[in-house]
T-cell receptor, first 112, second 113 residues
Framework: DAKTTQPPSMDCAEGRAANLPCNHS???????VYWYRQIHSQGPQYIIH???NNETNEMASLIITEDRKSSTLILPHATLRDTAVYYC?????????????FGQGTILTVHP | DGGITQSPKYLFRKEGQNVTLSCEQN?????MYWYRQDPGQGLRLIYY???????QKGDIAEGYSVSREKKESFPLTVTSAQKNPTAFYLC????????????FGSGTRLTVV
């Protein structure tokens, strides 16, 4: 699986959009970009994933650059409960056989 | 609601003892996984199973064993051979062959005393 690079920490004001960047310059053509988050002492929670098109769901939006070398996770209206570690992962989806390479992630702190 | 249940949430073990961590899912997922997470680190794959009665070693299988007798259940045994078992253990499941995300349990924190 390709490696990803994320900033170690970010801050965001409650109610504002949180934009979390991720670089994945060595991503392969069959690899998806996944985002998970982990609140302290809990299991990771799936947020969103995409291949090359932008995606949106009830939790977030995912913007993938045209060359697929980077992406941004957008939480449109951050709340205090969005404070967590956010992981960007590239993986071959259903054929990854558990090979989810979770790096250090970005610690997002949402403050009042 | 469908999901993954891990039990117990906290577990204490004496050195030299085997201990089994439970993982049950009612999502009808084919594949199940065990990960280990150490403080400040990412997840490392211990074992995974794609179908009943079949499982494969992950990156750090030494000192661990698993079974998959039922689709819903994938217990992990931490044996006395595991030299540094104190960690946060996470179970996950997924639909095999599809590009959906993984569903994780809430984890078991194992401490060797």
């Amino acid at each position: 699986d390709a490696k990803t690079t994320q900033p170690p920490s970010m801050d965001c004001a409650e109610g504002r959009a949180a934009n979390l960047p991720c670089n994945h310059s060595t991503i392969s053509g069959n690899e998806y970009v996944y985002w998970y988050r982990q609140i302290h002492s809990q299991g990771p929670q799936y947020i969103i994933h995409g291949l090359k098109n932008n995606e949106t769901n009830e939790m977030a939006s995912l913007i993938i650059t045209e060359d697929r070398k980077s992406s941004t996770l957008i939480l449109p209206h951050a709340t205090l409960r969005d404070t967590a570690v956010y992981y960007c992962i590239v993986s071959a989806g259903g054929t990854s056989y558990g090979k989810l390479t979770f790096g250090q992630g970005t610690i997002l702190t949402v403050h009042p | 609601d469908g999901g993954i249940t891990q039990s117990p949430k906290y577990l204490f073990r004496k050195e030299g003892q085997n201990v089994t961590l439970s993982c049950e899912q009612n999502l009808n997922h084919d594949a199940m996984y065990w990960y280990r997470q150490d403080p400040g680190q990412g997840l490392r794959l211990i074992y995974y199973s794609q179908i009943v009665n079949d499982f494969q070693k992950g990156d750090i299988a030494e000192g661990y064993s698993v079974s998959r007798e039922k689709k819903e259940s994938f217990p992990l045994t931490v044996t006395s051979a595991q030299k540094n078992p104190t960690a946060f253990y996470l179970c996950a499941s997924s639909i095999l062959g599809r590009d959906y995300g993984y569903t994780f349990g809430s984890g078991t924190r194992l401490t060797v005393v």
